[in-house]
């Protein structure tokens, strides 16, 4: 069967596009479901939530394609009071519905929310299928409204097809310190934990200064450090991407990235350094945001989308 494309008028048989092919085109545009626009979550006086206008990224599934949806703004069906002991996650969401495709009760945008279990270790409920989540609820013991509610987080918003996530995280490590002596022995640090909406290329870059304990000045070339990093992702090293820094007595900035596919979900990434060979490692920062001592940067770990899987 042949498929007519989106923006020809159907012609005298009625043969246009069809709603799977208009989502199926929808789909070819945006990475991942999620908000796009407004959609904020925030509680009442009394168990119910209010949701703001706003649009977001819907699907039924990876075949089915997605769709957009407007909400004008409202309220969810109501959750039941606090527990009296302990929190849990209420989450809320929108769900586009379609009465011929899939039998819903109607074809209306709604917005609803799965109230989670109490608990001290709280879990996460799972909202209907087809449903994109707007925000994560926490309903702390004891509430007697969803005024007392806060976000757990910032939302999962839609991005476009090709688009770049820019800075995914960072830590900046501003000592001014000097590394342990032992040779060989490996130290796991700066973790940064992050969500992606889709499978994503990452670039992940490290810049430290340093230079060599013991060093009397910056022409002292008879003391040597040899340290090396190498960078992970969920405690596994990302194959050949350690990287040797070789200082002196002067104060030098040395700099690494790799570029790796990560896919979608929770991830963990830190580095794995050790001394190498040589003296300890001096590292060198400064608060200053003058041209002068600005050049001493301490250790710097960042994170970079660098755009869709292909």
């Excluded at 769709?67 to 109501?78: D, P």
């Excluded at 707007?134 to 688009?163: C, E, F, H, N």
Aim: charged share 20%.
């Amino acid at each position: 069967m042949s498929t007519v494309a989106l923006g020809v008028s159907p012609d005298t048989n009625g043969a246009g596009v069809t709603p799977l092919v208009h989502r199926r085109i929808i789909g070819a545009q945006w990475a991942n479901t999620g908000l796009v626009d407004g959609l904020n979550v925030t509680g009442r006086s009394d168990l119910r939530y209010n949701v703001s206008a706003g649009v977001a990224v819907c699907s039924r599934g990876d075949s089915d394609g997605k769709t957009l949806a407007y909400y004008e703004g409202g309220k969810t069906n109501a959750v039941a009071a606090g527990d009296p002991s302990n929190p849990r996650i209420d989450i809320v969401w929108i769900q586009a519905h379609n009465l011929m495709e899939y039998k819903d009760s109607d074809n209306y945008v709604t917005v609803g929310v799965t109230q989670g279990s109490p608990s001290a270790s709280l879990a996460e409920p799972t909202i209907p299928a087809g449903a994109t989540m707007l925000r994560k609820m926490k309903m702390p013991a004891g509430a007697s409204s969803t005024a007392s509610a806060v976000q757990m987080w910032s939302a999962d918003y839609a991005i476009p097809y090709g688009a770049s996530l820019g800075k995914i995280g960072e830590n900046w490590d501003r000592r001014d310190m000097t590394g342990d002596p032992t040779v060989k022995k490996y130290y796991f640090e700066q973790q940064i934990d992050f969500d992606l909406p889709s499978d994503r290329m990452l670039e992940l870059s490290f810049k430290c200064n340093l230079s060599s304990a013991g060093a009397t000045s910056w022409a002292d070339t008879s003391h040597r450090t040899e340290w090396a990093i190498g960078f992970q992702i969920d405690n596994k090293d990302l194959d050949h991407s350690c990287a040797n820094f070789v200082s002196y007595g002067a104060w030098e900035t040395h700099e690494t990235s790799y570029v790796t596919a990560v896919s979608k979900g929770h991830h963990t990434a830190r580095l794995r350094t050790w001394l190498q060979n040589g003296n300890a490692p001096v590292f060198h920062y400064n608060a200053s945001q003058d041209n002068k001592d600005a050049l001493w940067c301490g250790r710097r770990f960042i994170i970079w989308d660098r755009g869709q899987v292909v």
